[in-house]
């Protein structure tokens, strides 16, 4: 797998959580061992079921984990972006495989550890060790979070949740509000949410004439009147 040359220039490494507080030469030889993948919108990274011995670290895009249900249907669980990471059961679990599909829902850009490179750096630096095992029980508790709003019969809470997360990980502050651009489309939404993708629509329609949001296009959500949406999560 050929290395990233960007990596190499820049230190993407900077801006992985678990990285952070290495120095610039460790963080120099960490850049060293991996190696790059460029990867194209709708790409399938992992899938369930399958092994693999790689750690992926996401320098630019975002990747979707989800789940087929036994209905059939696509259950998203998490989207990660810039400095999350992914692939990392099979490297600490034996004989274990994915429990999650991976697939790019923009252009992406990923870094690449192998198992032996993972060890050789868990043994040199075990504070990584401590930062993996805290990014995995933030992982852990979003996903709790989410049975937890799933499993209410009020489609609003589920859809207000959704907003909420994408207004932490995704919000700017603008003139005119909190600006998100959505990670997700209207399918990847209803996906997300456990409804259909015309309930979806017909919710966030609401949501716009109760002066919450302001739809612009099928990318932007203007978060208008933030304090009413957070009611919804109460």
């Not at 999350?84 to 495989?97: P, Q, T, V």
């Not at 790019?104 to 401590?130: G, H, M, Q, R, V």
């Amino acid at each position: 797998m050929k290395k990233c040359d960007h990596c190499t220039h820049n230190l993407c490494a900077k801006k992985v959580p678990i990285f952070a507080y290495l120095s610039e030469n460790e963080l120099i030889k960490i850049v060293n061992m991996t190696g790059n993948r460029k990867i194209h919108k709708g790409d399938v990274i992992l899938r369930e079921g399958e092994t693999s011995s790689i750690l992926y670290i996401i320098n630019e895009g975002k990747i979707k984990l989800s789940k087929i249900t036994k209905a059939g249907k696509e259950q998203i669980v998490h989207i990660l972006s810039h400095g999350d990471f992914f692939g990392e059961m099979n490297l600490f679990i034996a004989n274990s495989s994915n429990n999650y599909n991976a697939v790019a829902i923009t252009d992406a850009n990923l870094c690449t550890l192998s198992k032996i490179d993972l060890e050789k750096l868990l043994l040199e630096f075990p504070n990584i060790s401590l930062k993996i095992l805290q990014e995995i029980s933030k992982r852990l508790q979003d996903t709790e979070n989410l049975a937890q709003t799933l499993a209410t019969n009020d489609v609003e809470i589920r859809i207000a949740y959704m907003i909420g997360e994408f207004m932490d990980k995704y919000g700017v502050n603008t003139k005119k509000g909190l600006k998100i651009e959505c990670p997700l489309s209207r399918e990847e939404m209803a996906n997300y949410t456990g409804v259909s993708r015309e309930t979806i629509s017909r919710k966030l329609k609401k949501f716009e004439n109760l002066g919450i949001i302001e739809l612009i296009g099928n990318k932007i959500i203007l978060i208008k009147d933030e304090e009413i949406l957070r009611t919804y999560l109460t």
